[in-house]
């Protein structure tokens, strides 16, 4: 799961490698709903050429693209009050989630770098998914 930042180029780097994210979105959502915040899914959006790239890498149905909804695009501030929320109950309890606890710590604090450097330049954004 990674972070797209709305225009060509926001003037910073926003990569994240948010693999131990993907792998362990169910026990992220559960936690974040726990936690009485937003689940990271809900901030997933895609374009014409994100999911072109998922049908590409053998992810979903052709024939679906010329249907898709416009992409949804979030508020830098929405995402950091779960991304935060989240690194807050990681520290708490590194054990949480299991062995990559730590991981997910670090790959979300990247997301808070990311979402804090998008609010601060009025800049919305969603999260993608690539399954490679």
Same mark, same amino acid.
């Given at each position: =799961? ?39 899914? /809900? ?7 994100? =999911? ?10 052709? /024939? ?35 062995? /990559? ?32």
């Amino acid at each position: =799961m990674y972070i797209v930042v709305e225009g060509e180029d926001p003037g910073f780097d926003i990569f994240v490698n948010g693999r131990a994210i993907a792998r362990n979105e169910d026990g992220l959502e559960q936690l974040a709903i726990s936690l009485a915040v937003r689940p990271l899914i /809900e901030f997933f959006s895609a374009d014409e050429n994100s =999911m072109a790239l998922l049908i590409e890498e053998g992810a979903g149905n052709p /024939e679906l693209l010329p249907s898709l909804p416009a992409p949804q695009w979030y508020a830098g501030e929405d995402g950091l009050s779960t991304v935060q929320a989240l690194v807050a109950e990681l520290a708490r309890d590194p054990a949480i989630l299991g062995s /990559e606890t730590e991981i997910i710590r670090e790959e979300l604090s990247q997301y808070i770098t990311v979402l804090r450097k998008t609010a601060e330049r009025n800049l919305r954004w969603h999260l993608a998914v690539s399954w490679r």
